[in-house]
């Protein structure tokens, strides 16, 4: 276990039941914001919406709406968001909504003040890898649902249809300010997509333990949010009213956030990315679910990182574990508690002729990720994972 860590995280988290009632009297990064919204109601079903406004107004700071965000968001849409923002003389971004919207905002924040297209700073696949010349926007987060823990990081996944890619992108310039992460307003998500973003919050973690970057600090956080998740996301998904459930699930995603800053995730996101890549109507926790048993036990077989299946399954809710064919246990344990255990590739067109091209995508996209898995994944491999799991 290395001892050494590099942390900085220069975001305010107000965490809690109620504190987006207390926005409004936080010093705001600028006076004219951009609120990005996704495409969709949840924002107003929720009523973070109208209680949003109302707090920027109490900040004195005016907004412009942008509410084009879709589930996988797309380049296209986040050069119009950028335009958008810049033709309205916006100094800022509010981000009020889920993963895709929190992602976007990294990408528009940056794009709002830069020359050029979103790919031209992509580093991996056909992105053209260059620096920003400009810091972007700031940027205030309000989370609407538990999964990304992207309100507290630099880091957004685009995807551009034209090249059949989904990559993260982001830069240290990019880490909003501020986060209100206020699980009153998580209420509404509906139990299914509140199952798969909590897995998509899970998986951060256990990926985390999994990362041969792990450190004392990272392995402190991730088990924390890996037992909160698991003791509280069934509860939640069979109840969105239960706010006890909603508050642990929430935190365990947040602290995703944090200790993704710590260590990296593996290629089990970049294998993801891939599916939701060239089939982009497949949710990102949900593809995630399909191919996280297989892509344990491909590393429980190579022996990669006994000790910290072991440590998991523990806090997962086997105390006595020993074997690190536990946490699969745990895993499925808990994947049929929350009702995604029946998730099948093949609902969402998803082929087994594919896994090879998934598996060659995943690594030319976001092949930063396999070199944090705890033991070498080849192609041939790694397109095994992907036949292993399919159904």
């Known amino acids: ?50 209680r949003t406004l109302e707090q920027l107004r109490k900040a004195g700071v005016g907004t412009v709406e942008f ?84 309100e507290v990081n630099c880091w957004g996944v685009i995807s551009n249809p034209e090249t059949s890619e989904k990559i993260g992108f982001g830069d240290p310039t990019l880490v909003p300010v501020l986060a209100v992460v206020d699980p009153e307003l998580m209420k509404t998500v509906p139990p299914r997509y509140t199952a798969y973003q909590g897995f998509d919050a899970l998986f951060h973690n256990t990926e985390v333990m999994m990362s041969n970057g792990v450190n004392i600090l990272s392995e402190t956080i991730a088990l924390s949010a890996i037992e909160n998740i698991c003791r509280y996301l069934p509860r939640a998904v069979r109840d969105g009213n239960d706010l006890e459930a909603r508050e642990h699930v929430a ?28 089939h982009h109507s497949l949710p990102h926790g949900a593809g995630l679910i399909m191919i996280s048993k297989a892509f344990a036990e491909f590393f429980i077989e190579k022996h990669a990182c006994d000790p910290q299946f072991v440590k998991m399954a523990r806090v997962m809710g086997i105390p006595a574990a020993e074997r690190p064919e536990d946490f699969i246990t745990a895993l499925v344990r808990l994947q049929e508690e929350c009702g995604v255990a029946d998730l099948k590739m093949s609902d969402y067109g998803i082929e087994k002729s594919e896994c090879m091209t998934l598996a060659v995508n995943a690594r030319e996209t976001m092949g930063g990720l396999f070199l944090a898995n705890p033991c070498p994944l080849s192609d041939g491999e790694c397109a095994g994972i992907f036949e292993r799991a399919f159904r």
């Open 1 to 50: 276990m290395s001892m050494n860590f590099d942390f900085r995280n220069p975001t305010r988290i107000l965490f809690g039941s109620g504190t987006l009632n207390e926005l409004g009297a936080q010093p705001m990064p600028g006076r004219k914001a951009l609120l990005l919204l996704s495409g969709g109601q949840s924002a107003k079903v929720s009523g973070a919406y109208e």
């Open 67 to 150: 509410a084009k965000v879709m589930e996988n968001p797309v380049k296209d849409m986040v050069m119009e968001g950028a335009a958008f923002a810049r033709d309205n003389g916006c100094d800022c971004i509010v981000a009020l909504g889920g993963g895709a919207v929190l992602d976007s905002a990294v990408a528009i924040a940056a794009m709002a003040v830069n020359p050029g297209d979103l790919w031209d700073y992509v580093n991996g696949g056909t992105g053209k890898g260059k620096p920003l010349a400009n810091p972007g926007l700031p940027i205030v987060t309000i989370p609407l649902t538990a999964g990304t823990g992207s």
């Open 251 to 278: 935190y365990g995603s947040t602290m995703a956030g944090i200790t993704m800053q710590l260590t990296s995730t593996t290629a089990q996101h970049s294998m993801e990315h891939a599916m939701s890549a060239y």
